[in-house]
Every structure is written in structure tokens, then in C-alpha cells.
């Protein structure tokens, strides 16, 4: 079973991989990343969302932020967001289908929700929530007692 840092550090091992992001990760706050002007871009945030416990499940939820520049005319707005969308598309995709991350289910019905120059960050990109379950036995050997 993965640990909320494990789970966090596959994220981040994401973003280090992709050509794109190339390692523009922060596991925090939106505006803690474009609060600092001299950040690089494209980036990724991932903001943690309430961890849920059921039957015999254990789900940990978070907002993923992608995001780029975009200039202060707009003019490559529709550029930006497409090359974003195709990001996001790549994350759910490693989760869902590779070979080497299946130690979690991640959900599949994800909305991406875009932004344009959200908090006059100069930036346009999407951010959705995803989920990774995986099976939580409720045991009583694992407590260390």
C-alpha cells in the first residue's frame, strides 16, 4: 500500500520525466508557484484534497494544476491551452496504462476545467481533480503497537 508521500513522490516523478514539464512541480498552492516570477513554465501543482476510507478502499484525491505563459495580448492563449490539454491527457494516461505504476486505480472520468490569467498569474492552463484508490484491509498487524 502507498504512503501519501509515495503517492505524491509518483506524481512529482511524472513531471520530471515529461519533456514538457521537465521537473516544474510544487505540491502546494497555485499561487505559491506563480508568486514567484521567476519560475519555469510549463509547470505542474498538485494540491491535496481530502483522503477518503471506505469499505476497503483508501482513496487519496488531488487538484492537479497544468499551466504556461501565455502573452499579456492573449494571442497564444488557444496554443497554450491545447498544448496543457495534451499534458493533462498524458498524466491520466501513465497512471491508467503503465506497466509500472500499478499500484493504485486512478479514476478515468475527469473534467478538465480550463483558465485564462487566473489571479493575474499570466498564465492559462486546466486543473481537475483525480483520484488514486487502492485496497486498504483495515489490518491490525500493520499498527505498530
Known amino acids: 500500500m502507498l504512503t501519501l508521500n509515495q ?8 513531471a520530471s520525466g515529461h ?10 498552492q497555485f499561487y ?5 516570477k521567476g519560475e519555469q513554465y510549463p509547470a505542474m501543482v498538485v494540491y491535496l484534497q481530502p483522503n477518503q476510507l471506505t469499505e476497503n478502499t483508501d482513496t487519496f484525491s488531488f487538484q492537479i494544476t497544468i499551466f504556461d505563459r501565455i ?12 498544448d496543457i490539454n495534451l499534458i493533462c491527457k498524458d498524466l491520466i494516461s501513465y497512471f491508467k496504462n503503465s506497466p509500472t505504476e500499478r499500484d493504485v486505480i486512478i479514476n478515468t472520468s475527469v473534467t478538465l476545467n480550463d483558465f485564462s490569467d487566473r489571479e493575474d498569474s499570466e498564465t492559462a492552463g486546466y486543473f481537475f481533480d483525480i ?12 499498527i505498530p503497537l
Not at 503517492?7 to 511524472?14: D, W
Not at 505559491?32 to 514567484?36: F, I, K
Not at 483520484?131 to 500493520?142: A, K, P, S
Request: hydrophobic letters at 30%; glycine letters at 2%.
Open 7 to 14: 503517492t505524491v513522490k509518483k506524481l512529482e516523478t511524472f
Open 71 to 82: 502573452k499579456k495580448d492573449l494571442s497564444n492563449e488557444i496554443e497554450v491551452l491545447s
Open 19 to 28: 519533456k514538457q514539464l521537465k521537473s516544474n512541480f510544487l505540491f502546494g
Open 131 to 142: 483520484t488514486f484508490r487502492q485496497n486498504f484491509d483495515y489490518n491490525y498487524c500493520d
Open 32 to 36: 505559491d508557484y506563480v508568486a514567484n
